[in-house]
């Protein structure tokens, strides 16, 4: 009778010593699910959804340590872009720039570091070998320059400068100097419609204010101005 009476207890405190166990367990699993958004949150930018500079940097230096000659360094900017904040309003202009960020991850792919480096500068490292680099740098400029429609039914006219610099070209996969020659690339081609490769002439073109100066030799690809 005793024994019958004390089954119940050992089973209820059985019982209760696995749901004490699991509510930890529960809160833990909830609590680091928290911190990953958390996490996510703080590597993302939250307008474009692309990499903030760190992570992207981070993503970018494994890419080119594991994929070497057969990686690509792009840089964006966005051409005009202070006209259509001033004409069109803010509004507008993070339309533009969400829209960016966007096809510029359905570009790359998941594999790929897209990241906004400020306003509205972006970059890119993948892996993108030289035998599809034309084609595949061409398929990104009519992307960029597809207008972009806003919450209102209005059409944006955009465009946006493209250079690239590859470890194969240049001979070297240190990410600052692959994003140095690209930026320069970019200002060559400024407002061209086309995607500009640097060449190794490129790396050699002195700075000013910033900006790497001069036109060396370099190849081009894309839509015409």
Do not use: C
């Not at 760190?54 to 840089?75: E, F, K, P």
């Not at 533009?96 to 792919?109: I, Q, S």
């Amino acid at each position: 009778m005793n024994a019958a009476v004390r089954l119940p207890g050992r089973f209820s405190r059985h019982a209760l010593l696995i749901a004490t166990a699991a509510v930890p367990l529960t809160g833990w699993a909830a609590h680091a699910v928290t911190l990953h958004k958390r996490l996510a949150a703080t590597r993302k930018d939250p307008l474009t959804g692309l990499l903030r500079r760190d992570a992207y940097t981070a993503r970018a230096r494994r890419l080119l340590a594991r994929h070497g000659d057969n990686t690509t360094v792009i840089m964006i900017d966005a051409d005009r872009f202070k006209q259509i904040n001033d004409s069109l309003g803010h509004a507008a202009g993070d339309a533009v720039l969400a829209a960016f960020g966007t096809r510029l991850t359905a570009w790359a792919g998941p594999r790929a570091a897209a990241g906004r480096l400020g306003g509205d500068e972006f970059a890119v490292v993948l892996e993108l070998a030289a035998d599809r680099r034309e084609l595949r740098l061409e398929q990104l400029v009519r992307m960029l320059h597809t207008p972009v429609t806003l919450d209102d039914g209005r059409t944006v006219d955009v465009a946006a400068s493209v250079g690239a610099a590859a470890p194969d070209v240049l001979g070297t996969r240190d990410l600052t100097a692959l994003q140095r020659a690209a930026d320069t690339a970019l200002y060559d081609g400024k407002h061209s419609g086309r995607a500009v490769l640097a060449t190794k002439e490129t790396a050699t073109v002195p700075s000013i204010n910033g900006r790497r100066a001069g036109r060396p030799g370099t190849a081009a690809w894309g839509r015409a101005a």
